[in-house]
């Protein structure tokens, strides 16, 4: 794949009606009831020449004609490369009437050039400071007190992600791209040094969390870092930044993250994705809290039983994100995702009990 995933098969090699007929047949498969009308990408991944290509689509264009389709505004050429990667390709757009309008529509674009020419204006050069001091609204003694406290656990949760990297990519390389350890180290890293700047402005703790969220989310990069990212944020939103950190508040802000990671990456348990073990860490937390169980040893439980959900998803196919396509292969293996998050969720209790 184009970010190294292992591939799903190996075939022979085949001339271009064998290659055309391999990829649209597997497409057409997937072919919405009633559509007819489909704008098409053959895109080159960046080392197959532009000559391959056009003879790849003539016999592409044809088969999609035979099966009854008419092809609006078809591309083929080089959109999404990866340095000198042999190969292509295809995808199919269901068009109905709205979405062929904006597929239609004229762009301008570094890649891609289409319709009559749009007037722009440059944009004016902006400068930005990045050694510049953050600035936080003011904040109490014991909300300075909480945010050095989230602090201190992000640097145990950093040091802990970047001694698992290895291993994580290790799992995750099973069906992935195995960058799994490598995005939760640099998504940690960011949010611990976005933590000691915000501790050092004089942020409480929940300014100190959000910021965090925000770095990890955009020093992560995939969608796991988007994930951990909203995760945060959306917690640090039943904190203050004036006051002490309330237990109740703890426990609420694991359900408001979790659900926010499931209203945005639509997993449920059963997907093999980080809420396979989100899910059961939540609801033990809440239900132990409940049962009047103080806030340390609650959340130690919920991280035993997210790290037991975690294992348990090793014979579950994913049903979402990249490792799909190779649900094979990833049968027999726990999701990288369900046991980073297992692993922060108890590095998180030990610090609590200490």
């Given at each position: 794949?184009i ?5 799903i ?14 990829l ?20 080159g991944?960046?080392?197959t ?5 056009f ?12 099966s ?9 050429g ?6 000198d ?13 709205e ?16 319709g ?40 145990a ?8 990297e290895e ?13 799994h ?18 501790v050092?402005?004089?942020?409480g703790?929940?300014?100190v ?5 925000d ?21 640090s939103t ?29 997993a ?10 989100f899910?059961?860490?939540?609801e ?24 037991a ?12 994100g ?31 009990k200490?």
């Amino acid at each position: 794949g184009i970010h190294g995933e292992p591939g799903i098969k190996e075939e022979a090699i085949l001339p271009a009606s064998g290659l055309a007929s391999l990829l649209v047949e597997k497409l057409l498969a997937e072919r919405p009831e009633g559509t007819r009308r489909v704008g098409v990408i053959l895109n080159g991944l960046g080392a197959t020449k532009y000559e391959e290509l056009f003879v790849l689509w003539t016999a592409i264009a044809s088969l999609l004609e035979k099966s009854g389709l008419d092809i609006v505004a078809p591309e083929a050429g080089e959109f999404v490369t990866s340095l000198d990667m042999q190969g292509c390709s295809l995808t199919l757009l269901w068009l109905d009437e709205e979405l062929e309008r904006y597929w239609t529509a004229a762009c301008d674009t570094p890649v891609l050039r289409r319709g009559a020419a749009i007037a722009v204006e440059p944009a004016d050069d902006i400068i930005a400071n990045e050694d510049a001091t953050p600035v936080f609204a003011q904040a109490d003694e014991a909300g300075r007190a909480g945010g050095a406290c989230i602090q201190a656990i992000l640097q145990a949760v950093g040091d802990a992600l970047v001694e698992a990297e290895e291993e994580l990519g290790r799992i995750d390389a099973f069906a992935g791209d195995g960058d799994h350890g490598q995005g939760m180290r640099r998504g940690s890293t960011a949010a611990r040094e976005a933590a000691d700047q915000a501790v050092k402005a004089g942020a409480g703790s929940a300014s100190v969390l959000a910021v965090a969220g925000d770095a990890w989310a955009d020093r992560a990069g995939g969608t796991s870092g988007a994930l951990w990212g909203l995760l945060l944020r959306s917690w640090s939103t039943e904190f203050s930044d004036n006051g002490n950190i309330d237990d109740g508040a703890v426990v609420r802000g694991g359900r408001r993250a979790l659900d926010a990671v499931t209203t945005l990456g639509r997993a449920k348990p059963g997907d093999k994705t980080l809420v396979d073990a989100f899910v059961p860490f939540v609801e033990t937390l809440e239900n132990e809290f409940a049962a009047g169980v103080p806030l340390a040893d609650a959340w130690n439980k919920a991280a035993d039983i997210a790290k037991a959900a975690a294992e348990a998803t090793a014979p579950l196919a994913p049903k979402l994100g990249r490792a799909r396509p190779l649900a094979d292969k990833s049968i027999g293996h726990p999701d990288a995702g369900a046991i980073s998050l297992a692993l922060v969720a108890k590095v998180i209790g030990r610090k609590l009990k200490g």
